[in-house]
């Protein structure tokens, strides 16, 4: 390697750096997607020494933990450690590169094996406590073209095309056999996928007919102080907001009002008091309440666990229970009772609504499969600031996957109102309107099922098993290269 290609390779080595920070994380550029695997894989094929691929796994790890910079907000420490940990995911795909695409002859299957086992960890680690967050995919949320395309093939596949992007690109750049021919496939299937959004875009528009005027809440429980602690407040407090804040919003003309994640917090002998005055005000006022608080385990029934819990109360009074079932890893597990998965699905006025809280939505394929006939999805959430952005996207990328209208009422976060195309009908950050406050968004309420949300599972299936596949065809492939190769000498 003369020094003119050394000079490349770090040039671009430190630009797919910078683009990795920035994307899918804390900070969210969508083209950055696009450069990062390229200018990782290039620099790992161009490498000779495991000292210089020691850097691209030291890159991947120092990177992930400036991305991530207190995601846990646990402390720096805490967080450093757990995102140090957390990015050695992403060195086995560059490894089965490095170790098996690298030598293979030709282009196709050399070209698949990277974004098939990036993939392949991607859906393994979706089924981890930790979900989905920070998949590929998630940083084209602005992108809305091309996110269209997971309607068809989910979040998954979108991770595989940028991924393929890259190795393609890279096959390229070493003018291998073939290269151009699955450069010119691979391009067509982006543009293919870009066409196909802009057609749904454009030619199967939002029912505007249809709507409902819903209240996004959010409760001024858990007082935030400049020091970053929080009062609490107590069931009678709790009990005076939410009648107020119920109000404001029969008020406004909404037809359901959604409270945001724990927006009180109660004693088991206390939850009657939000319970009955619930029940008395959607009664007298023809509205939908989605209420989310927190009961605190008073007398030893739970073994000291909390519960997140949220309840759906008809007009009719009718009360529809759902206990938080994907906790926090290190913040609500321990500590919180485990949800049993039981997703409320209730027909209405409005079409068929259910709700799941806050970091459910991370699990595609949790919510694909208890959202079957949903129209609108409700999604009582608690963020903070590092993760704010990345989990209002992840929410929003839930509503192209399945075709419903998603609602995300969000404490010290950002609050959501999007269609099954993804469109933003109202979106709002708490640090800007306050913490008190009753913001409106009229929403469609008839649904429209996607491919994905019908053969999502055998989608990510295929994906999941690809990784292995390729692996194993690409070992096959090697194993008779050598083979031949001994018999000629």
């Known amino acids: 390697m003369n020094n003119k290609l050394k000079r490349s390779v770090w040039i671009i080595f430190g630009i797919g750096f910078i683009a990795y920070i920035f994307s899918a994380g804390r900070w969210n550029i969508a083209f950055t997607a696009w450069i990062w695997p390229f200018a990782f894989l290039y620099y790992s094929r161009q490498s000779k020494t495991k000292r210089r691929f020691l850097l691209l796994v030291a890159a991947l790890a120092i990177g992930h933990v400036?991305?991530?910079?207190?995601?846990?907000?646990?402390?720096?420490?805490?967080?450093?450690?757990?995102?140090?940990?957390?990015?050695?995911?992403?060195?086995?795909?560059?490894l089965?590169?490095?170790?098996?695409?690298?030598?293979?002859?030709?282009?196709?299957?050399?070209?698949?094996?990277?974004?098939?086992?990036?993939?392949?960890?991607e859906c393994l680690r979706s089924l981890t406590p930790l979900g989905s967050i920070g998949a590929i995919a998630y940083s084209q949320s602005g992108f809305l073209p091309l996110?269209?395309?997971?309607?068809?093939?989910?979040?998954?596949?979108l991770s595989f095309l940028i991924c393929w992007f890259g190795a393609v690109a890279v096959n390229v750049t070493e003018k291998r056999q073939g290269s151009k021919t699955i450069a010119v496939v691979c391009f067509s299937a982006l543009l293919i996928s870009i066409g196909f959004g802009c057609v749904r875009l454009a030619a199967f528009p939002v029912d505007t007919e249809n709507t409902a005027r819903v209240a996004s809440v959010v409760g001024p429980y858990y007082k935030k102080q400049k020091d970053g602690t929080y009062d609490e407040i107590t069931a009678e407090e709790s009990l005076h907001y939410f009648l107020s804040e119920a109000q404001r919003a029969a008020d406004g003309g909404a037809k359901i009002a959604c409270w945001n994640e724990e927006a009180f917090a109660l004693k088991e002998t206390e939850e009657h008091l939000i319970l009955d005055a619930a029940t008395e005000f959607a009664k007298a006022n023809g509205m939908i309440l989605i209420i989310g608080y927190e009961l605190s385990d008073s007398d030893g029934s739970e073994n000291g666990d909390s519960i997140n819990k949220s309840i759906l109360v008809e007009t009719n009074g009718t009360v529809t229970e759902y206990v938080k079932t994907h906790l926090i890893p290190f913040i609500e597990l321990p500590g919180y009772v485990k949800g049993e998965g039981a997703v409320p699905s209730v027909a209405t006025n409005y079409g068929i609504i259910s709700c799941i809280i806050c970091f459910d939505d991370t699990f595609m394929g949790f919510v694909r499969e208890n959202t079957v006939s949903t129209d609108i999805l409700f999604v009582p959430s608690w963020d903070w600031e590092p993760i704010k952005h990345t989990h209002t996207d992840i929410s929003e990328f839930r509503a192209v996957e399945n075709g419903f209208t998603l609602v995300k009422p969000t404490y010290d976060g950002i609050s959501t109102a999007v269609n099954r195309l993804g469109y933003g009908i109202k979106r709002f950050d708490t640090a800007g309107v306050g913490f008190d406050t009753v913001q409106f968004a009229d929403i469609p309420t008839r649904a429209v099922p996607t491919l994905y949300s019908r053969i999502g599972d055998a989608v990510d299936t295929v994906l999941f098993l690809s990784g292995f596949v390729t692996l194993a065809l690409g070992a096959v492939q090697l194993h008779n290269k050598r083979s031949k190769q001994s018999v000629t000498y």
């Open 66 to 94: 400036i991305k991530w910079l207190n995601v846990m907000d646990g402390g720096y420490i805490l967080d450093a450690v757990f995102c140090l940990l957390w990015s050695y995911c992403w060195v086995l795909p560059f």
């Open 96 to 121: 089965a590169d490095r170790l098996v695409a690298k030598k293979l002859p030709g282009s196709i299957l050399s070209s698949l094996i990277f974004p098939a086992v990036f993939v392949s960890i």
């Open 147 to 157: 996110v269209q395309v997971t309607s068809l093939i989910g979040s998954f596949g």
